[in-house]
């Protein structure tokens, strides 16, 4: 499966912005996709995930109650809706998808897209 992410930017402090992340090569259905991000210096870390069957969802502590991420199964693409941004968030972001079935590992990534918050 081949992702495409997409819908960084540069936005104020308080301010949102939706990535997306297009599959192609064949559908998401069965696969966990999630959201990393990788800050200048820092470790990638996980943001988000959902799980294309059950379409249970798990964040990273510091972006609850901001991110959301969502899937659209016609379109075969996982959003995510990042509202009341912070400079901390400022990062490359990155999806990924793994197949639970076969793999602990996430084994398909897309290229990044970088997110800038401004103070």
């Known amino acids: 499966v081949q992702l495409q992410a997409s819908g960084g930017g540069v936005v104020q402090a308080g301010g949102s912005l939706r990535l997306s992340c297009a599959a192609s090569?064949?559908?998401?259905?069965?696969?966990?996709v999630a959201w990393f991000r990788q800050a200048p210096g820092e470790e990638r870390e996980i943001v988000a995930s959902v799980n294309q069957n059950s379409g249970s969802t798990s964040y990273r502590d510091s972006v609850k109650g901001r991110f959301t991420i969502s899937r659209d199964n016609a379109e075969n693409t996982v959003y995510l809706q990042m509202n009341s941004l912070k400079p901390g968030d400022t990062a490359v972001y990155y999806c990924?998808?793994?197949?639970?079935?076969?793999?602990?590992?996430?084994?398909?990534w897309g290229q990044g897209t970088q997110v800038t918050v401004s103070s």
């Open positions: 090569g064949r559908t998401f259905s069965g696969y966990t």
């Open positions: 990924a998808a793994r197949n639970p079935v076969v793999s602990n590992l996430f084994d398909y």
